[in-house]
């Protein structure tokens, strides 16, 4: 699998996800700068990693959304390529408007570093295919502004289509998106991930590549990248 | 501040800017004639306490720096030692006390940025941050503000760097209410041979600014913090510095894309002082002159005089000696990152430093005698008050209870609603996560080694007897790395204590140094850099002062080959649960003491340095073949809060025996005797006998197993009690 990890000044999670995706693919995946204007020839997953992208000074992910590389990475998801952003990637997706709804801050107003449990909603996706519905898995988390929100047609229509791709739960699979024990940053219907309305593009907040290797505590994330490998590659 | 610049020079402005009559004679017999006001600046930040270390100079001289494996001491932007396969870890702590009391947010934030550019200046990538604080009374309005700000101020900084925050410590006592310590650690990772230094050199070779640009922020901050706190501590506002994590992460970047080329001849970071300590350390280590044009410096505001400029602490800063043929290449590296880059002077052969601006000569200073000629103090001491002696102990509330008491007290409570804002795990390496075992461990990317990293200082036990105290922080550290089964290398120290004008005070510092000498030699664990932080006083609206606790914060790297045989707290089911190392039941100084009696008495409890040296000697080697499953070090709280911590931290409980140890029982549970380790192992009696032969002491404390954890009278603690008495402390003070 040919992936393309994209670079904004204060993205801090590119090596993370360079790790992850080697691992799986033996491959290491192409770099591609925030001023570039072209996607490499024949990538089958961009990925959009966590950070601070140009520092998040105004809303996160707000600047990213404009740099040049996104025009491209636009065309790229209109003719139907696959796209996955984490943390500060999904923010960056949902302010260009390649994913609905917004990221707040955390509902607690503090930066949340912990394990979190989620949901897999669906299991017939690239992005969740090494899963079954309903699994549990435990994975880092690691942010300020991840209270995702979206008008309430947007919601259901989410709910509707069957676009969110992971809620937070505890570890049994037990919803409460009242409790913050269990939905830490207070996002609604403690969503932590959504779909596009085509399944190939995929935005989450917490992050599965900090955990695929037992020496950092397990490997629950990694179905995630083993899934896009068999899916994207055949 | 321009109004202040017509001002002409004499002693009473010299002594405004913190120097003393003798010291300005000094200055006027190196010049040979009154010194500019751009020039008296100079002198007094590079001779304040903070730049010249005058009061601790003589002293630190005597704490060993070497080892093997020491491949740059003290002397460096920070110490570097080999850690295998042609790699190096440079490390190196700093505090940011004084301005994180007056802003708690900015002074934390810096001091982490600090500590950052300290590390990749010398062409490291940080690879983990660590921070020891110290806070006044939980029950003091302001200490909630300034946990608040600094927490916050600690996160959004590293998190934003994308640098792992992975330990620390924390401690409260009313001795830090109008002086907390914000004590800051990077550790980073280098190839040996890619070693940056900052001594200049190149006649012509040209100097180069790069990252933010200059602004009014910081002015005289190394003066401020090299002075007591006053009534008006809160209106030194305008002299801490703002931090911009995100110009950092760029800086980062753009310096070590740099460094992957030949162009640096040397560099260094504009920390405190800024521009004048930078130019003035490269130039006179390189002995060579330099000479700077300030109309090039990037400017953020208008009309900057050339003091403003010289003593600016604007963050995110790097000067930079070149090779003059690769100035473009470099200058393309940091367009890239989109920072400034600015040739601002060249190296001359002359030996002073020469600042131009707008075509004026604001100062012209030779070097040499500006750095030999600091002032070097050696401060009358007094022996410290001895603590009273204990009072005949009776225990008014038996061992469940004081355990209860104890996990969920200020200085043992859960620390997780403070690391769980700090981002543990970005750059993937991190395998030991805060809490999880007694030093944090991160793999080193790309081979299987793992460094061990901690911060350790007990102030109580220092301020019962300072040499002591100082001998147990840097015991402590060792202790916590082993306990991991890394190899300790070396420390970083941080020493923080009050005013040095105060004899006692400065008994208390050279006692400290004494003891961390004696352990450093006795452990082979030299010092490798540190920083000194003195005038950490409050002064009372009475005009009274009141010093903090002595605390030399100590922190230290050590070294796992093989990463993976890395052990923490957690312990499987069914294993014997062995303590190693003697038990004598001592509560002088325990928080067992000052928590159930309210005593702050006794004795702090002694140190073997030879049966430290041993037992850990002993514990490593287990951990490494694989015998020791789980390992966690004995320290405050005693034997039975270390047994709660491990319970905590996984899922086995703990089924404890009689210890039939002829002391009373919270002389046994709680006493702080040294150098102990807690174990799991398969089978305790082929513990016991390889213990025997070591000459190790021994003995069996219970089973792993069950719910939770099982006390010797038979009465269970639920793991979810006890979980939730020891994490209730933090929200509650700080979520109300």
Aim: with cysteine; net charge negative.
């Amino acid at each position: 699998m040919k992936a393309a990890i994209v670079v904004f000044p204060g993205t801090n999670r590119e090596r993370d996800m360079a790790i992850a995706l080697r691992g799986v693919t033996g491959q290491a995946p192409v770099m591609v700068w925030h001023r570039d204007t072209a996607l490499p020839a024949g990538v089958d997953l961009v990925v959009l990693p966590g950070g601070f992208s140009y520092g998040d000074y105004l809303r996160c992910g707000a600047m990213a959304a404009h740099a040049p590389i996104m025009t491209a990475i636009r065309e790229y998801a209109n003719r139907g390529g696959h796209i996955l952003g984490v943390c500060n990637g999904f923010q960056i997706l949902t302010e260009a408007q390649l994913l609905p709804g917004a990221l707040l801050r955390n509902a607690a107003l503090r930066f949340l570093s912990q394990d979190c449990f989620l949901r897999v909603e669906r299991d017939d996706t690239p992005f969740t295919r090494h899963w079954a519905k309903g699994d549990v898995f435990r994975t880092p988390m690691a942010h300020g502004d991840g209270n995702y929100i979206a008008e309430a047609e947007t919601i259901r229509a989410l709910e509707d289509s069957g676009r969110v791709a992971f809620r937070y739960v505890a570890e049994n699979g037990r919803m409460d998106a009242g409790d913050p024990q269990l939905n830490p940053n207070g996002s609604m219907n403690a969503i932590a991930g959504v779909f596009s309305e085509n399944l190939r593009i995929c935005g989450m907040m917490p992050h599965p590549e900090d955990l695929v290797d037992p020496l950092m505590g397990g490997e629950d994330g990694k179905p995630l990248f083993t899934g896009l490998v068999e899916a994207l590659v055949g | 501040m321009s109004a202040k610049a017509q001002r002409p020079v004499d002693e009473a402005l010299a002594r405004e800017f913190g120097l003393t009559a003798e010291e300005y004679g000094n200055v006027l017999s190196i010049m040979g004639r009154t010194p500019t006001f751009t020039e008296l600046g100079i002198f007094s930040v590079m001779w304040s306490e903070h730049c010249s270390y005058k009061s601790s100079r003589a002293f630190l001289k005597t704490l060993p720096t070497k080892a093997p494996w020491v491949i740059h001491g003290p002397g460096e932007n920070a110490g570097v030692v080999d850690i295998g396969q042609g790699l190096a870890a440079i490390f190196k702590m700093e505090s940011h006390n004084h301005p994180s009391f007056i802003e708690p947010y900015q002074g934390a934030a810096t001091g982490v940025g600090g500590i950052l550019r300290d590390v990749f200046t010398m062409g490291a990538r940080p690879v983990a941050n660590l921070n020891a604080l110290r806070f006044g009374d939980p029950n003091n309005p302001q200490t909630r503000r300034i946990v608040d700000g600094v927490v916050r101020g600690v996160g959004g900084y590293g998190n934003c760097v994308g640098v792992p925050t992975v330990g620390g410590e924390i401690n409260f006592h009313p001795a830090y209410d109008g002086n907390p310590l914000v004590n800051a650690m990077t550790v980073g990772v280098a190839r040996q041979d890619r070693i940056f230094l900052s001594a200049a050199a190149g006649i012509g070779n040209p100097v180069i600014y790069v990252g933010s640009k200059t602004g009014r922020d910081g002015i005289h901050g190394a003066t401020m913090s090299s002075s007591e706190f006053d009534e008006d501590a809160l209106a030194k506002r305008p002299t801490v510095q703002v931090g911009d994590p995100f110009v950092e992460k760029l800086l980062i970047e753009a310096c070590l894309e740099l460094m992957a080329t030949d162009a640096i001849v040397a560099i260094q970071d504009m920390g405190a002082a800024g521009l004048t300590s930078s130019s003035v350390e490269m130039a006179g280590k390189g002995g060579v002159g330099i000479d700077l044009d300030l109309d090039n410096v990037p400017q953020r505001e208008r009309g900057m005089t050339a003091y403003e400029m010289m003593l600016s602490e604007s963050q995110e800063r790097m000067l930079i000696v070149l090779r003059p043929d690769r100035t473009e290449q470099a200058r393309a590296i940091f367009d890239k990152w989109e920072l400034d880059f600015a040739v601002i002077g060249h190296l001359t052969d002359t030996g002073n430093i020469v600042i131009r601006h707008k075509g004026e000569i604001e100062a012209e200073i030779p070097l040499a005698p500006l750095a030999d000629q600091a002032p070097v103090y050696h401060r009358p001491t007094a022996p410290a008050q001895k603590p009273q002696p204990m009072e005949p102990i009776i225990d008014p509330v038996g061992i469940e209870q004081a355990l209860i008491r104890l996990i969920g007290c200020p200085d043992l409570a859960s620390r997780a609603w403070v690391y769980n804002q700090y981002d543990s795990t970005v750059g993937g390496q991190t395998v030991r996560r805060p809490g999880a075992a007694d030093a944090a461990i991160v793999k080193v990317e790309d081979t299987d080694l793992g460094l061990a990293l901690t911060t350790d200082c007990t102030p109580r036990y220092c301020r019962a007897d300072a040499r002591l105290g100082g001998a147990q922080a840097v015991a402590e550290a060792w202790r916590n790395i082993t306990a991991t089964g890394a190899r300790p290398l070396a420390v970083t120290d941080n020493l923080n204590f009050g005013s040095p004008e105060k004899p006692e005070v400065m008994g208390q510092f050279v006692d400290a140094i004494a003891g961390m000498g004696d352990a450093c030699r006795a452990l082979d664990f030299p010092v490798v850099s540190g920083n000194v932080s003195l005038y950490n006083e409050t002064r009372a609206p009475d005009g009274t002062s009141q010093s903090i606790l002595p605390t030399p914060a100590i922190g230290g790297l050590g070294v796992l080959e093989d990463v993976r045989t890395a052990v923490g707290l957690e312990m499987p089911d069914g294993c014997d649960i062995m303590l190693l190392g003697e038990t004598k039941g001592q509560l002088g100084q325990s928080i067992w003491l000052r928590e159930i009696l309210g005593s702050q008495d006794g004795e702090p409890p002694t140190l073997d340095l030879a049966a430290e040296r041993r037992n850990g000697d002993f514990v490593r080697g287990l951990i490494q073949n694989g015998t020791v499953i789980a390992c966690h070090d004995v320290a405050d709280g005693g034997i039975l809060v270390a047994v709660a911590e491990m319970v905590m931290a996984g899922q086995a409980g703990c089924v404890l025996e009689s210890p039939q140890s002829g002391m009373r029982p919270e002389a046994f549970w709680f006493g702080e005797d040294q150098s102990r380790y807690i174990v799991a192992v398969r089978d305790g009696q082929a513990l016991a006998d390889l213990a025997a032969a070591a000459g190790v002491p021994c003995r069996r404390l219970g089973r792993s197993g069950g719910e939770g954890l099982t006390l010797p009278n038979g009465s269970t603690i639920s793991k979810a009690r006890l979980v939730a008495v020891h994490t209730e402390f933090f929200p509650r003070l700080m979520d109300r």
